[in-house]
């Protein structure tokens, strides 16, 4: 019986994780996409959030270029403890970038998703060793 509970708890673990690693997966791809898309955009968030102007294009092409394979290495699960940890540093940067407008919530609410996905981030990995579902060795 422990055998078969422990198998299920480590099924829905690797599920879960994957799930996990897919939803920050949708969310940095799009992120990612936008700076080829609508490097404009980019730039004026670099201005904004990080206080970083005249970033031109082709510095957002190539940021986006560098951040799109290290997205897909993420969701393929290749270096771990490197993608998972860059990743997470990322976007952990983007939420703190961001601490002006959570003093005025109720005008900035999606801000506000950025820490359970800061949360997903630091969860994968934390568990990147178990995160095993579809990922490639």
């Known amino acids: 019986m422990q055998t078969t509970l422990n198998s299920d708890v480590q099924s829905k673990l690797q599920w879960s994780l994957l799930s996990l690693r ?24 670099f201005e904004k959030f990080y206080g970083i102007g005249g970033v031109s294009e082709v510095a957002a092409y190539v940021m986006g270029g560098l951040q799109l394979l290290l997205v897909f290495a993420f969701v393929l699960g290749i270096k771990k403890r490197i993608t998972y940890g860059v990743i997470f540093l990322m976007h952990g940067a983007s939420t703190l970038s961001a601490f002006n407008q959570y ?28 995160d095993t579902k579809f990922t490639v060795k």
């Open 22 to 45: 897919l939803g920050v997966f949708i969310v940095m791809l799009v992120w990612t996409l936008d700076k080829f898309v609508n490097p404009g955009h980019s730039m004026k968030i």
């Open 103 to 130: 003093f005025d919530a109720f005008n900035n609410l999606l801000f506000f998703a950025a820490w359970p996905m800061w949360a997903a981030c630091f969860a994968l990995y934390l568990l990147r060793e178990q």
